[in-house]
Nanobody, 126 residues
Framework: QVQLVESGGGLVQAGGSLRLSCAAS????????MAWFRQAPGNERQFVAA????????YYAESVKGRFTISRDNAKNTVYLQMDSLKPEDTAVYYC???????????????????WGQGTQVTVSS
């Protein structure tokens, strides 16, 4: 069956770094555009970053641009999120998501993704 398994979350001080990984199985990973979303308590799920399937073009939320980097390794069926210069407001559960769709406009919207991981907690202390 299809599985997306996130890892790499944890507790870090403000200004620190974490690298999240999402390992996919049971799907043709190279056909999937992959994304990271996050959800803090009491908030809606929020787009963080995405990497398109065919050309690995990347997309970022304004709040993380310049600090986070999304990348993918199709040989390992894995997508990564390198998070640098972390801030307390980055604290959330981070979810990996995947979808196979044409076009680009949909990539920012969580309801367009049909594959989801279970999430990994990231906590940034001040």
């Amino acid at each position: 069956q299809v599985q997306l398994v996130e890892s790499g979350g944890g507790l870090v001080q403000a200004g620190g770094s974490l690298r999240l990984s999402c390992a996919a199985s049971g799907l043709d990973f190279s056909r999937y555009s992959m994304a990271w979303f996050r959800q803090a308590p009491g908030n809606e799920r929020q787009f963080v970053a995405a990497v398109y399937s065919s050309d690995s073009k990347t997309y970022y939320a304004e709040s993380v641009k310049g600090r986070f980097t999304i990348s993918r390794d199709n040989a390992k069926n894995t997508v990564y999120l390198q998070m640098d210069s972390l801030k307390p407001e980055d604290t959330a559960v981070y979810y990996c998501a995947g979808a196979t769709k044409w076009g680009r406009a949909w990539i920012y919207y969580d309801h367009q993704y049909d594959r989801w991981g279970q999430g990994t907690q990231v906590t940034v202390s001040s």
